[in-house]
């Protein structure tokens, strides 16, 4: 039967969208965790440690908090994708949806770019909160558009990766717990303080896990300062999560359609009943 991509995934873009803003709980997840840890950084450590980002040329805590910030809540929208994902599959709406005649592909697509729309909704809002307590930032158009630019690749590589949780999980709260240790890996980065000022084991894994050269990169463009190489290693990175996620996802959904006949998200075909 013929199927139609771009109707199908509008379709299922809607379907879900709809769905997420039913999720108050996943709303308040991803925007309340960073929301809170920005406070309690600001408020209530931050007199201890705006000493130490003083050594990295930055002044105002906030200032130097808010990237590492604003990565976490990329990572935050991990819960709700995969928590969502997991759902469908144990509520057997995707096998339903498997046996319409829709573009199958468009069954995982819309799911990440729903959640990709929500997490960067909750950016804006997490800015927001940070303009009011005294962020400021030195860039120009050109670095406001790159910084959107890295924001936005680093949310969908994250959201392939939580759409594979979520695909890949058992129960909804193993899909739930599961991505939540990546919530707090830019704490154990370049996101809180200079990595510099950490002991040497912490200081090389600071400075070589995934969302680090994210962080430094974002920092630079929002501040108005040099960001050397950290562009380039930033982006590998989001590539290989964004791929990891990519055939992680593809591969768990084609074991499940393998078990049951049906072909998998590369045929657009549907069986017929």
Request: with cysteine; charged share 10%.
């Amino acid at each position: 039967m013929t199927t139609y991509p771009l109707r199908d995934t509008s379709t299922m873009l809607r379907r879900n969208l709809k769905q997420e803003l039913r999720d108050k709980v996943a709303i308040g997840a991803i925007i309340g965790i960073p929301v809170l840890f920005l406070l309690l950084f600001v408020y209530v450590f931050g007199g201890a440690l705006k000493g130490s980002v003083r050594l990295a040329g930055t002044p105002v805590y906030v200032d130097f908090v808010l990237p590492g910030l604003i990565i976490m809540t990329a990572a935050a929208g991990l819960i709700g994708i995969s928590t969502q994902t997991s759902v469908d599959m144990t509520a057997g709406i995707i096998d339903r949806f498997r046996t319409m005649a829709i573009f199958r592909p468009a069954i995982l697509i819309a799911r990440v770019v729903a959640s990709a729309a929500q997490t960067l909704a909750a950016m804006v809002v997490v800015f927001g909160i940070a303009f009011a307590i005294g962020f400021r930032s030195h860039a120009g158009l050109t670095q406001w558009l790159a910084a959107a630019g890295l924001l936005a690749i680093i949310t969908v590589a994250l959201a392939w990766l939580g759409l594979a949780f979520g695909l890949a999980a058992k129960t909804v709260g193993s899909a739930s717990n599961g991505p939540f240790p990546l919530i707090l890996l830019p704490l154990v980065g370049s996101g809180i303080v200079p990595t510099s000022t950490m002991p040497a084991g912490l200081r090389y894994f600071a400075q070589y896990q995934p969302f680090s050269p994210v962080i430094n990169t974002l920092r630079g463009l929002l501040l108005g300062a040099p960001i050397g190489w950290n562009w380039l290693i930033a982006l590998a990175w989001c590539a290989g999560l964004g791929l990891l996620g990519l055939a992680w996802s593809i591969s768990v959904f084609n074991r499940r359609d393998r078990k049951r006949g049906v072909p998998g998200p590369g045929f657009p075909g549907a069986p017929t009943q």
